[in-house]
């Protein structure tokens, strides 16, 4: 079946919010149905007034078409060259995917619109709208199977509040998401329990956060040729590779020949195991990080930890300064394994200049250790940098959750800061935090995560117990892995003057970044 204009563009638009085209059948698959050439989206009433349905809600001004298409239990659906949603054409989604195999979605234009409300976490069951194309895993709804081999070829995506494209699955894959264009979406492209799949030849710019994210029980997938720009908000990583969104992290997954340019955080490997990147390029300056590598949730954990990264054969061209937590080509936060960096062009020629845009184990004894000897280019007769201790501090595990005495209660005078800075200047700011709860004015960059500020708490260990707490106005919001598995919690974004409480087991010093970005 194909379903095509006679001549020109139709445009289609709802009369009620509901899905326009479903694409489904009952016992057996819907074979190669073709949808192509029409303008779809937006609720529209009718000219004239319909009959009244009890329980069925009509098309105003503030309402969307729930969705373009919704492939539900088919094969081989062809989605290609429409224009779906725009600003004056809400939609709620574009492309809901259900038990859909072997669908094939190319050069379509899918654009979003500002209707919705914005959420920063992709929680599955929570997030129901403002995506491109989504999987019903996603939006929590289980179908008969989970959808396969699914191509997403040549699409435009602009303006999705939440991500261009966001599929779950337990165990599907085989998709492949090749040579799209994603601009000015929240995120670009996030995969959650994907497994061999193929993101390649896309180009991903100005994104408001990260323009690849591969999270939960994600395995083998491979990224590669990608292009991703400007992704400078405070917490923005172009390529991010496991997520505190899902306490599963991805196990072999691989990067090669990506381009990323001008992005907070180049790439951050987030508690993901044996990840491999190879013959990527890295142009990254000022404030920002080329590589980072953290654990997934609790600093120092070893079952948390991104066992087995290699970062081979890559151009790494970083310009800035390089702290604990701000700037440098490869950064380690929170990360006590080792991590193989050989063959590596760093632009400079010496390791001594190489090892100062790296932040390891020479920088920090807890931090594991960064094999970056030999590079590409090295000077002739450069001899390494002197090696660390050999006798480097294991953890021995999580430690238990802060003690009834460190769990903050908002007191009359406990909403102003307490805590005195020392040494500001530059791109960070430094707090003396005593063992217990010291009440915290943010005085760092608007917009970081929760999760990133934490690990800038030095020693190490401090950062297993803490807990940073922040008064909203329907209360105490926290987050840390010094939490009680019982306590509720929840990832939040830091802004400039929140009201926070801060507690620690140990004394400990908080390195804060006040400029997130850079030239």
Known sequence: MTIEPDSGKVVLTATRPVVMFQVTAQGSPSLHV????LQIGGCTPPRTPPTPIAGVVECTTRTSAKAAFHLNNDSYTEIANNIIGAEDLPIDNGIILSNSDHANIHDNTIQGNSRFVFTPLLQVGQNQTGFGIVSTECLGTQSLGVSDAVTIKSNLFTNQLIAGIWLCSDGGGEHLIDGNTFRNNWRGIALKDVVNSTISNNTLTDEKSDGIIVYGASLRNTI????????????AAGIRIGWVADPVMPLSNNLSGNVLIRTTVGLHIFGARTTVVTNNQFKISGARTAILISPSTAPGDPGTQPYDTEITGNVIVFIGPCTAVVGCALRLSGTTVPVLATDNDWGLRRPADVEGVIWHQVDDPVLGLVTFVPFRNQAPGTAAPTPPPTNTPQPSGPTPGPSPGMMPTPTPGGESAS????????????????????????PGASGLLVVDAVAGLTPTEAQRTA??????????????????STAPRGVFTLERGDRLQVCVGQRATWLIPTQVGGP
């Not at 590669?224 to 917490?235: D, I, L, R």
């Open 34 to 37: 073709i949808i192509r050439n």
């Open 419 to 442: 805590a005195t800075l020392a040494n500001s200047g530059g791109f960070t700011t430094r707090i003396p935090l005593d063992p217990g709860c010291t009440p915290v004015a943010w």
């Open 224 to 235: 590669q040729g990608n292009h991703v720009e400007s992704h400078v908000a405070p917490a």
């Open 467 to 484: 807990v940073v707490w922040r008064l909203d106005r329907d209360g105490w919001k926290a987050w840390g892995p010094g939490l009680p």
